[in-house]
Nanobody, 120 residues
């Protein structure tokens, strides 16, 4: 089971760090992705990280602002979000899958989301 946490309310330009923790299993078997869904919009892939952390991918809109990392010893994946913009406002989800493709249909295991709200 995946659990996302770390969301909150932040002003534009601020930072948040999201965490994705696993219980009842180990994350190191999986590619981990972060996705987000803004109100009234489709779910969007934000970033992913390979099993050992050697490869990452980002959607263009967050490139250079967000950093994904993982600590397999702690069974946790992180998403450091800097220079946040109002358009980053969404519910953020972490998900586990087997392929490093940033598409939601590739990921079979999902955690509950955490709300990120960026005020202007």
């Amino acid at each position: 089971q995946l659990q996302a946490s770390g969301g909150g309310l932040v002003q534009a330009g601020g930072s948040l760090r999201l965490s994705c923790a696993a219980s009842g299993g180990t994350l190191d078997r999986y590619v981990i992705g972060w996705f987000r869904q803004a109100q009234g919009k489709e779910r969007e892939g934000v970033s992913l990280i390979s099993r050992r952390g050697g490869n990452t991918d980002y959607t263009d809109s967050v490139q250079g602002r967000f950093t994904i990392s993982r600590d397999n010893a702690k069974n946790t994946v992180y998403l450091q979000m800097n220079s946040l913009k109002p358009e980053d406002t969404a519910v953020y989800y972490c998900a586990a899958g087997l392929s490093p493709i940033l598409r939601f249909e590739v990921f079979g295991y999902w955690g509950q989301g955490t709300q990120v709200t960026v005020s202007s």
